[in-house]
């Protein structure tokens, strides 16, 4: 799990504190969800909700904030069964396998500076034995569900099914590859006129077969290349100016800031597809998450059956209806 370890506003985390503490004193430690015997109360989920809402930003409010909650609480319950697992299998997670994970957070979040990284536990709203604890449960559910699941082999035909099937993925848009020359004028625009005329000029001896690159340079002009460009991506007046325009041609000289443009239309790129040799590894990838995702869904599953889970629905929908109205 990566910890953004962002700021944000804490006004959201007090009215959340205060509308649960407006319920009975007793609700505060009220079971709100068994497996087994592991438990989770009222106050334990409040906690963990201000923690995972300081990570998320913009800070999501009336149903978006019920729908996260309640996403949140599956989230809860999924760990919970697979903690149950994890005790059972005898899973254990060593301190160095956590130091590591925590050492790669700082690194990616540039926090190896020791008053910045106090500074982002602090607006986290996590302590450092809290986000240990965090990442060595998270180790310990990924090590529990690796270790009853199977490693999926793809053959390259069903990698080419794949492939077939969502083509339109994999789609390369039409492209032009274009070269410009820019003939700067004067500031006052009093050459225009005569740039003008020493641009359509090159452009007509390069048409009737003169080298492009010398004509610039008896010009005075650089041949810029602009690269291949998808044609969507191209400004409309650009995109105007090159419409009817083959492939080797130019466009007719363009007034712009500071001078005069022209477009040189190397080549038109037909919209095409990735070929399957190079997208082959990447789908072969999204198939094996994708196979990872079912396969520890479909254990949690499972385990929630054979497990005593037990929800209290009506501390649930309490704490679900006064986020809803933030």
């Known amino acids: 799990m990566r910890v953004k370890l962002i700021v944000v506003t804490a006004v959201l985390t007090i009215v959340i504190s205060a509308a649960m503490a407006a319920a009975e004193r007793e609700v505060i430690e009220t079971i709100l969800v068994r497996v087994n015997d592991r438990i989770v109360t009222v106050n334990d989920f409040k906690i963990r909700l201000r923690q995972e809402l300081a990570q998320v930003s913009p800070m999501p409010t009336g149903k978006d904030l019920r729908d996260y909650t309640e996403g949140l609480f599956q989230t809860l319950v999924d760990e919970m069964v697979l903690l149950e697992r994890a005790e059972e299998r005898r899973v254990q997670v060593d301190d160095q396998s956590v130091d590591a994970a925590i050492h790669g957070l700082r690194e990616q979040n540039d926090l190896l500076d020791d008053a910045a990284w106090e500074a982002a536990l602090e607006s986290s ?194 704490i679900l209806g006064v986020v809803e109205t933030l």
């Not at 789908?283 to 209290?312: P, W």
């Open 125 to 318: 709203n996590m302590s450092l034995d809290d986000l240990r604890e965090r990442y060595r449960q998270t180790i310990l559910l990924s090590r529990t569900v690796q270790s009853e699941i199977r490693p999926t082999e793809i053959t390259e035909e069903e990698v080419r099914i794949r492939y077939e099937k969502e083509k339109d993925l994999y789609k390369v848009p039409a492209k032009v590859k274009l070269e410009q020359l820019f003939f700067p004028i004067a500031e006052n625009g009093s050459n225009q006129a005569e740039v003008t005329r020493i641009a359509r000029g090159l452009v007509q001896r390069v048409s009737e077969g003169s080298d492009l690159r010398a004509e610039a340079t008896l010009a005075g002009v650089e041949v810029q290349e602009l690269g291949s460009i998808p044609i969507a991506d191209l400004r409309g007046d650009l995109r105007a100016a090159l419409d009817g325009v083959a492939g080797g041609g130019f466009t007719e000289p363009l007034e712009t800031a500071g001078g005069i443009q022209v477009i040189h239309l190397v080549e038109r790129i037909p919209e095409s597809y990735q070929t399957f040799e190079e997208v082959e590894e990447d789908i072969k990838r999204r198939m094996s998450a994708n196979s990872y995702q079912e396969q520890s869904r479909g254990l949690v599953n499972r385990l929630r059956q054979e497990y005593l889970v037990t929800i209290d629905q009506k501390q649930l929908d309490f």
